[in-house]
């Protein structure tokens, strides 16, 4: 007589981030990476980075556990010069092969923002014609993303777990343990290039007509839509 084969029920995606976020609580940021990338989503996951003030940390850890993970970059079209030139030397300087420059969709640009100054008017619907938009092509066929939020910097991040599930995706947020300090001690530690507007006051960088200088003691991101009452993007809510 044959034995029944028993078959587990497949676990939802809820419940398999609960379980990966309980196994990997306060473990290292390449554990993390090492287990999402070469195993849990090999081949179906990207890094979304911005190549802003902390980006080199994640992007530095990524190569050392596969350069060839797809990087997705979006390209707003309102960067500093600083930023893009930025871009260019750390993917060649850590060997990441698969940058993707992602740009927004070019007859939305004509139709939703053809003088280019919507984000004067109405920053949240710049935001999703240059960011979440894009984004959202940009990570069909992928089913999971590494991200670099961090705990420190606050508001909704300030309680992430190191794995979530947003209905879509699968999101990875390897540093989220991370303090201000440990950053400064990897880059330091790694010889990591800085962004070259962190010197002239810049702790979070994004686009040019959103961004301001902080002051010493000031939150990270206070320089972020600084005085509009807008604190993230849209990438991360909607
Ligand atoms: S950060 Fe500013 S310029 Fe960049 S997409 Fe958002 S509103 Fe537009």
Not at 44 to 65: C, K, M, P, Q, Y
Not at 76 to 97: E, I, N, P, Y
Not at 181 to 197: C, F, G, N
Request: proline share 6%; charged share 25%.
């Amino acid at each position: 007589m044959t034995a029944a084969v028993l078959q587990m029920p497949a676990q939802s995606p809820e419940e398999r981030v609960r379980a990966l976020s309980k196994e990997f609580f306060g473990a290292s940021a390449e554990d993390i990476l090492e287990r999402a990338i070469a195993h849990e989503f090999a081949g179906e996951i990207a890094l979304v980075s911005s190549f802003g003030a902390e980006s080199g940390v994640l992007l530095h850890l990524v190569s050392r556990v596969a350069p060839d993970t797809p990087v997705i970059f979006l390209d707003t079209q309102k960067h500093f010069a600083q930023t893009l030139t930025h871009r260019r030397k750390l993917a060649a300087s850590l060997g990441l092969t698969d940058v993707r420059d992602i740009t927004p969709n070019e007859e939305e640009q004509q139709a939703e923002d053809r003088t280019g100054d919507l984000w004067r008017r109405d920053p949240d619907a710049c935001c999703d014609l240059r960011k979440v938009r894009p984004l959202k092509g940009a990570l069909d066929g992928f089913d999971a993303w590494v991200t670099g939020r961090k705990a420190f910097h606050g508001g909704g991040r300030a309680h992430l777990p190191a794995f979530e599930w947003n209905g879509t995706h699968f999101k990875v947020n390897p540093l989220v343990s991370w303090a201000q300090s440990d950053v400064k001690a990897y880059t330091e530690k790694h010889d990591i290039p800085a962004h070259p507007l962190v010197a002239q006051g810049y702790p979070s960088i994004g686009c040019w007509p959103c961004t301001m200088p902080v002051e010493e003691g000031e939150d990270v991101r206070a320089g972020r839509w600084s005085g509009s009452g807008k604190v993230e993007c849209g990438i991360h809510t909607r």
